[in-house]
């Protein structure tokens, strides 16, 4: 059951350019996208959200950008900083309903200084 | 700012006895979560909880699970037997404030080890 896929298991950036982490979903009733940061042995830290109503999100440093005919979401992180360093997962809401989210398996992110 | 406490951080028993996962979410929150994260696989999610009662389940939350709401403030997870196979690290989460917020807080986890 993959209706969340982050196909980038690993990503290496230099220190002040772009991250673009990216997901893809195949389940059309999730409206609503979460993007968590997550350091070893914590829980995940919850960075920034987007509707399925809107297709760009900003937050500081932090933008995610939704197409839906693509089923695709990004986010984009600018300037990475070493402390940006960690795994990120994309996860999912499903229409109607408050309830479980699904999850992506994660891109672990290094950004060098 | 407000956050999501989870005890213990680590428990190990063994196998067949029963565990308690003890969890405070956000104080104005209405729904809570369980999930879980085996050894280098996805967070999985567990349950939710809405109005003292279970709202959805997955189907790894079989009759060895249960989940309670003792009291206002704590929410638990208890397997009655433990497996092997439960070993994984297990995160609750909150959300819906009276705002609408959907997004949901995770706390730090509690590693659980079944020998």
């Known amino acids: 059951d993959q209706q969340v896929k982050q196909n980038s298991p690993s990503l290496s950036v230099q220190e002040g350019r772009i991250s673009i982490l990216n997901c893809d979903y195949t389940?059309?009733?999730?409206?609503?996208f979460l993007w968590y940061k997550k350091y070893p042995a914590e829980g995940p830290t919850f960075l920034i959200s987007?509707?399925?109503?809107?297709d760009k999100n900003e937050d500081g440093r932090f933008t995610v950008f939704l197409n839906k005919s693509a089923k695709h979401l990004s986010l984009h992180i600018v300037p990475s900083q070493p402390g940006d360093s960690a795994v990120y997962f994309c996860?999912?809401?499903?229409?109607?309903?408050?309830?479980?989210?699904?999850f992506g398996k994660g891109t672990l992110l290094t950004v060098n200084p | 700012e407000p956050e999501v406490t989870q005890t213990p951080s680590h428990q190990v028993t063994q196998m067949g006895q029963e565990v308690i996962l003890r969890c405070v979410p956000i104080?104005?929150?209405?729904?809570f979560y369980w999930y879980r994260q085996i050894l280098g696989q996805k967070v999985e999610f567990l349950v939710s909880?809405?109005?003292?009662?279970?709202?959805?389940k997955s189907e790894i939350f079989d009759d060895q699970f249960s989940v309670e709401r003792p009291d206002g403030s704590n929410f638990t997870l208890k397997i009655r037997s433990t497996k092997l196979e439960d070993s994984a690290m297990y995160f609750c989460?909150?959300?819906?404030?009276?705002?609408?917020?959907?997004?949901?807080?995770f706390g730090p986890g509690t590693r659980l080890l079944v020998l």
């Open positions: 989460a909150s959300s819906g404030d009276p705002s609408g917020q959907e997004t949901q807080y």
């Open positions: 389940n059309s009733m999730f409206d609503y």
């Open positions: 987007i509707s399925s109503i809107k």
């Open positions: 996860a999912a809401k499903g229409r109607g309903s408050n309830y479980k989210l699904t």
């Open positions: 104080s104005n929150h209405l729904y």
């Open positions: 909880f809405y109005n003292n009662e279970i709202s959805e």
